[in-house]
């Protein structure tokens, strides 16, 4: 392996790190990649800044400050746990080069609009990440082989979990790691709310290597409890918030309409969205994938505006303008009635593919390791005095009572003139039986 230093550090601005500190060639000439310079026209959290206003920032800056916190843990590691014989469990620093280029690279396979994006399109931003950093057409890629033949693959598979080092592996993706560490703090400050603000210094100085990974320090407990408190409430009041997927229902169901207007040759003798087709036809090559970005489905969705097709046309004003559908949250008492206020949607002269949605948000806040769950959980142990490891719910009584609780809901999305007063009595009577039915009975 040939690791150049640069002659002098180079540092970025950041308002979340204060410096982003690149000491290695390889890591400036990664940034300065097209693939990587393309991340900064991709926001970071999609439809939220329409929630949002202040979250407009990109998946560079995540990047960049992905790889901050993962360098700072390195650091500390040789400081503090250096390995002195090889299987001690310690920091072995000829990793280090590693976990820098997986920690920047992470997310470079994220689309615009990702999730919505993947939903319509069945892509998937993982398998595009380590296809753009195993390709050798990539800019990405001719820079990792510069380091070693084999890098490139070495760097995706810290990306997808199969690298032998687990330290490495669990700085980059755990229930608590340099990602969520970096987007909580990131979202936080850029959406301007206060959920996300846990102490990342003081959990950097807790953190530990052992021979299975990272463990935290005792007295640093309570930090670590804050982290999963904060990420629960970031999920629960900016993440899932029903207005910002109020617009994802819109942006799915224009990209839908693109697609079926496409194979059934309805975009015929009108401006072929020509970026999008490969997406369309399914056969997209990393070229086609590495084009898009949110710039490219704006132009699009303005184009579209003028399109003879009046549901592409409604759907691009209301997505551009900023209509999100409405939503009421169901539950399996209210699900039966979803048919009936579809209809009714109908009725009124909506298409119900188009115009009507169910969306589920949920996430798992914490989990212990489980050998029978699909996607299993790397558990936060965290380091008695004596050596010995417990599992953080064992001993904090806040985050016992998150711990494998799936929290989230279930929203039925709809045109907002359907509950407009006087705009539609029929629906509306509908609408309050089923709202009758609602507990929590909450429309936004
Ligand atoms: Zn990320």
Redo the contacts with the bound molecule.
């Keep these: 392996m040939k690791i150049q230093m640069l002659p002098r550090e180079k540092v970025f601005r950041d308002p979340i790190h204060n410096y982003i500190h690149v000491q290695h060639k390889v890591i400036l000439d990664l940034i300065n990649t097209k693939e990587f310079q393309r991340l900064r026209r991709i926001k970071q959290l999609g439809t939220s800044s329409f929630t949002f206003q202040g979250a407009e920032h990109s998946r560079f800056t995540?990047c960049m400050g992905?790889y901050e916190i993962t360098r700072q843990i390195c650091d500390n590691f040789q400081r503090n746990y250096p390995s002195k014989e090889s299987g001690d469990g310690l920091w072995n620093d000829d990793e280090r080069i590693v976990a820098l280029c997986a920690a920047l690279l992470?997310?470079l396979g994220h689309g615009p609009y990702s999730h919505t994006f993947e939903h319509i399109f069945d892509t998937d931003h993982e398998m595009w990440t380590q296809k753009i950093i195993t390709s050798p057409e990539t800019e990405i890629n001719q820079i990792l082989k510069q380091v070693s033949d084999d890098f490139p693959e070495k760097v995706a598979s810290v990306i997808d979990h199969t690298y032998p080092n687990p330290q490495v592996v669990q700085m980059i993706s755990s229930q608590i790691d340099a990602?969520r560490m970096d987007?909580l703090l990131r979202d936080a400050y850029f959406t301007g709310t206060k959920y996300g603000m846990f102490d990342l210094t003081r959990i950097l100085r807790v953190m530990r290597p052992y021979n299975k990974g990272i463990a935290f320090d005792n007295d640093g407990m309570h930090a670590v409890e804050d982290y999963v408190l904060c990420r629960f409430q970031m999920y629960q009041q900016i993440y899932f918030h029903p207005v910002s997927r109020g617009m994802e229902v819109v942006l799915t169901k224009l990209l839908q309409r693109a697609k079926d207007l496409y194979e059934h040759n309805q975009m015929n003798g009108f401006e072929m969205p020509s970026l999008l087709v490969p997406f369309f036809t399914g056969n997209v090559s990393i070229n086609d994938y590495l084009s898009l970005d949110d710039g490219i489905l704006n132009t699009y969705f303005t184009l579209w505006q003028n399109y003879p097709d009046e549901i592409l046309k409604d759907l691009a004003y209301r997505f551009l303008s900023r209509k999100p559908f409405k939503s009421a949250q169901y539950n399996s008492d209210t699900k039966e009635k979803l048919p009936e206020l579809a209809d009714l949607v109908e009725s009124a002269g909506f298409d119900k593919d188009y115009y009507t949605a169910i969306n589920t948000s949920f996430d798992l806040p914490y989990d212990i390791y489980n050998p029978r769950q699909h996607k299993r959980k790397t558990q936060i142990e965290i380091m008695q005095d004596d050596g010995s490891l417990i599992e953080l719910s064992t001993i904090s009584r806040l985050v016992n009572a998150l711990t494998g609780k799936i929290s989230g809901d279930e929203r039925f999305y709809f045109p907002k003139s359907m509950i407009v007063e006087h705009s539609n009595d029929i629906f509306s009577d509908h609408y309050r039986a089923f709202k009758g039915h609602i507990h929590n009975d909450m429309i936004v």
Excluded: G, R, S
């Design positions: 995540h992905v992470h997310d990602d987007y």
